[in-house]
């Protein structure tokens, strides 16, 4: 089975400073996994994504993320938050489906950000 | 660069109405997927689609929906007779491969039945 478990519901930061969202998976494959954005009434965008290349991944909009296998974890990170990265920010793992391809996406929970001026 | 795009983006329906949500996924993509995200809740995997067969079902997908597509560029969610709890935001999704795994998002239809 697969899960994915964000630790916080809601973060808050100042603009300007760091931003760390936590995310920890329980896979019993080799997982991808995925930080995905949701802006007020929008859909969901991709932020970025791991599927076992490197560790460190690179998203869009300045954001990153760090695969480690020993904590099962994927937090998102930022250097430096911007107004317009308040939304809301879905960690997703998705596993092996055999011979289909992998499957479904399994989110967590979400984590809203809020960025104060 | 092309994207997913749903219609109607609202749609109100009384219960025990029928309704069909509709999507355009990206057209050289071959998997298709539907989500929904009940008001304050996760996103929830209802239903993949390959190869013009369901690959896999969640239990919320029961024998009140169906999904079909119709003319190869088009992929429906059909819900026969809408309950009250189908009240949600539907999110249809395409991949190019399953091995790659990325999943575009569309807008999203917001289903409200009264």
């Known amino acids: 089975a697969q899960s994915v478990t964000q630790l916080d519901s809601h973060v808050s930061v100042s603009e300007g400073t760091p931003v760390l969202l936590r995310c920890n998976y329980s896979?019993?494959?080799?997982?991808?996994l995925f930080w995905y954005v949701q802006h007020p009434n929008k859909g969901l965008q991709l932020l970025l994504k791991y599927t076992s290349a490197a560790t460190l991944v690179k998203g869009i909009n300045g954001f990153e993320a760090e695969f480690k296998k020993s904590e099962t974890s994927f937090h998102l990170t930022k250097p430096s938050a911007h107004m317009s990265d308040a939304a809301e920010y879905f960690c997703?793992?998705?596993?092996?489906?055999?011979?289909?391809?992998?499957?479904?996406?399994?989110f967590g929970s979400g984590t809203r950000l809020q960025v104060q001026p | 660069e092309p994207e997913v795009t749903q219609t109607p983006s609202h749609q109100v329906t009384q219960m025990g109405q029928e309704v069909i949500l509709r999507c355009v996924p990206i057209?050289?993509?071959?998997?298709f997927y539907w989500y929904r995200q009940i008001l304050g809740q996760k996103v929830e995997f209802l239903v993949s689609f390959y190869n013009n067969e369901i690959s896999e079902k969640s239990e919320i997908f029961d024998d009140q929906f169906s999904v079909e597509r119709p003319d190869g560029s088009n992929f429906t969610l059909k819900i026969r007779s809408t309950k009250l709890e189908d009240s949600a935001m539907y999110f249809c999704a395409s991949g190019r491969e399953a091995i790659t795994d990325t999943q575009y998002f569309g807008p999203g239809t917001r289903l409200t039945v009264l």
């Open positions: 896979s019993s494959y080799s997982p991808s």
């Open positions: 997703v793992v998705t596993v092996p489906l055999g011979y289909m391809g992998r499957r479904a996406l399994t």
């Open positions: 057209s050289n993509h071959l998997y």
